[in-house]
Nanobody, 113 residues
Framework: QVQLVESGGGLVQAGASLRLSCAAS????????IGWFRQAPGLEREFVAS????????SLADSVKGRFFIYRDNAKNTAYLQMNNLQPGDTAIYYC??????WGQGTQVTVSS
């Protein structure tokens, strides 16, 4: 099974940008659709963005459209979530998942006002 490791989280001020990475353990990476999800304290995990294995298809939650972008580099077995104009409401643990079956451990994103 593929293993995923997220990185790139941190503490930033409102309006800043971060790029999250989701690195896979093996070369089967291109076979999987990758999704980014987030979970804020006391709330359920919610969908943020997804990208097909070939990168031909992407989807974004309405709350992040125009600010977040998802892309992948299958040669590097890595998917990315570019987050711009971050707001305090984006504070959460961000997870990536392969086919919503294999999940990473998450990376914390905290946005201060």
């Amino acid at each position: 099974q593929v293993q995923l490791v997220e990185s790139g989280g941190g503490l930033v001020q409102a309006g800043a940008s971060l790029r999250l990475s989701c690195a896979a353990s093996d070369d089967t990476f291109s076979m999987y659709a990758i999704g980014w999800f987030r979970q804020a304290p006391g709330l359920e995990r919610e969908f943020v963005a997804s990208i097909s294995g070939s990168a031909r298809s992407t989807s974004l939650a309405d709350s992040v459209k125009g600010r977040f972008f998802i892309y992948r580099d299958n040669a590097k077995n890595t998917a990315y979530l570019q987050m711009n104009n971050l707001q305090p409401g984006d504070t959460a643990i961000y997870y990536c998942a392969a086919n919503q079956k294999y999940w990473g451990q998450g990376t914390q994103v905290t946005v201060s006002s």
